[in-house]
């Protein structure tokens, strides 16, 4: 699996790829819709390890075992 990722990253264009990336970041927020983001990413070849990771830093993570 991690070959086939490591191709995806090799053969994709790395502009393209790191523009989409970078539009995710910027585009979320509480009341955005991020479909045209994400579908430009996935057309992008950017993965999915690396959209999550995007998503991170403007929203976080859920921990189930914090209370809201």
């Known amino acids: 699996r991690k070959k086939a ?3 995806v990253r090799r053969r994709r264009a790395r502009t393209r790829a790191s523009e989409a990336v970078a539009r995710l970041t910027s ?3 509480p009341k955005a819709n991020l479909m045209d ?3 430009d ?8 390890g690396e959209i999550c990771h995007a998503l991170r830093a403007p929203f976080g ?3 189930s075992t914090r209370p809201a």
């Open 61 to 63: 993570t859920y921990d």
């Open 27 to 29: 585009d979320a927020g």
């Open 41 to 48: 990413a996935v057309r992008s070849e950017v993965t999915l």
């Open 37 to 39: 983001a994400v579908l």
């Open 5 to 7: 990722i490591d191709a």
